[in-house]
């Protein structure tokens, strides 16, 4: 069975620091995968889109890595601001251009000025 | 449009009430997808359109869930005879289908309550 897992459930740091959320998926042939963030009672935002050739993205503050082999990808934030809080997910997409995400149950970040 | 829409932005209904919920994507996109999210649980994926087909509907839980898209724009999510396990927060997401890149853009999501 494809599983992702997103790993702390929760995590809390305060301004500035610099911090990696996790996410492991169980069949490492991925067709591409996927970082979104979603703030409360609204949709997702997608964040960075790395492709299964790919081994990293950037975006600001936000840098993606992709490590097909050992199934894994880490979703690194620079000088974190209160403004970042939000549930963070990681989706991952087998099966081609025709296949369908499968997501983690996300990470909640809060950043405390 | 200039992002995903959907409604009603909340839905309280009674068991056994049918529902229908509402996705207008950007303008353009030819992939529309539908996932849910219920509490403490992660993003469950439903249907996926290409155009007004529905190439997978793998993801459906019941026969009570049925979509539609038609004109290859707007699309509605029908529940019939709602239960309490349906209520969660049912997410809409278009895309361009361009092939390689297929970055997908949600909606805000209708929050079902089934009381």
């Known amino acids: 069975k494809q599983e992702v897992t997103q790993i702390p459930a929760a995590l809390s740091v305060p301004e500035g620091e610099n911090l990696v959320l996790n996410c492991s998926f169980t069949d490492s042939a991925i067709y591409n995968l996927q970082w979104f963030r979603q703030d409360p009672g609204k949709g997702l935002t997608s964040l960075l889109l790395?492709?299964?050739?790919?081994r990293e993205q950037t975006s600001g503050r936000l840098n993606a890595s992709l490590d097909k082999s050992s199934g894994r990808s880490t979703l690194y934030i620079a000088a974190s601001q209160p403004g970042d809080s939000a549930t963070y997910l990681c989706a991952v997409r087998y099966g081609g251009s025709q296949g369908n995400l499968i997501f983690g149950k996300g990470t909640k970040l809060s950043v405390k000025p | 449009g200039a992002g995903v829409s959907q409604s009603p932005s909340n839905k309280v209904t009674e068991k056994g009430k049918d529902v229908e919920l509402r996705c207008d994507p950007i303008s353009g996109h030819t992939a529309l997808y539908w996932y849910r999210q219920s509490l403490g649980q992660g993003l469950e994926f439903l249907i996926y359109f290409q155009g007004n087909s529905a190439p997978d509907k793998s993801g459906l839980p019941s026969d009570r869930f049925s979509a539609e898209r038609t004109g290859g724009s707007v699309s509605t999510l029908t529940i019939q005879r709602t239960q309490q396990e349906d209520s969660a927060v049912y997410l809409c997401?278009?895309?361009?289908?361009?092939?390689?890149?297929?970055?997908?853009?949600f909606g805000p999501g209708t929050r079902l309550t089934v009381l």
């Open positions: 997401a278009s895309s361009l289908r361009s092939g390689f890149t297929d970055t997908q853009y």
């Open positions: 790395i492709q299964s050739s790919q």
